[in-house]
């Protein structure tokens, strides 16, 4: 996967809960993505970070937050998880925007109760 | 909305047969990719084709691209089982300077 590791892979968690899930990538890649994949809906960015402490919001961001205060790591966080929430989330990185090829993580798949 | 919208949604054949997946777009480009997911991974890039070229090949893909008429089209030949996969089309949306992805289009290859 590119030098792309997310941690939990999978997960189970409570409605009202908070949820951090990392990403952590090996190539020095400038910008990171979190995004989210649901049926009917394909792919939506929830945050993007154009380097460390520089991130912005995305289409579907409420409810989430993220940091980045090294270049390897991207988090995300769900403050109070909601059901709306479950989904499947992949951190995507890349060097450069127009030109460059994204490279995808392996995804976490959040389930929320 | 999504900038790249993939035709047809779903797409069943034989094995051997090949395989024609096109994508939609609406605003101007500098490139366009195509990528793959495998059921329980992530995306996968196939190959990108920039704003200046109509038709690339990579292996047994063929990407073409026809600017006037905003659309691309993926062409596997003489598919495999392996090929089953969704494949999603993306193009960069410089106003919102990020990637955008198409719907996808569920490709299954029948043995």
Redesign the interface.
Known sequence: ?AGITQSPRHKVTETGTPVTLRCHQTENHRYM?WYRQDPGH??R?IH?S?GVKDTDK?EVSDGYSVSRSKTEDFLLTLESATSSQTSVY?C?C?WA???N???????TRLSVL | SQQGEEDPQALSIQEGENATMNCSYKTSINNLQWYRQNSGRGLVHLILIRSNEREKHSGRLRVTLDTSKKSSSLLITASRAADTASYFCATFNQGAQKLVFGQGTRLTINP
């Open positions: 996967d993505y394909g792919l960015l993007y154009y995305g992949f995507v890349t925007l127009a030109k090829i994204q490279y995808f993580g392996a995804g």
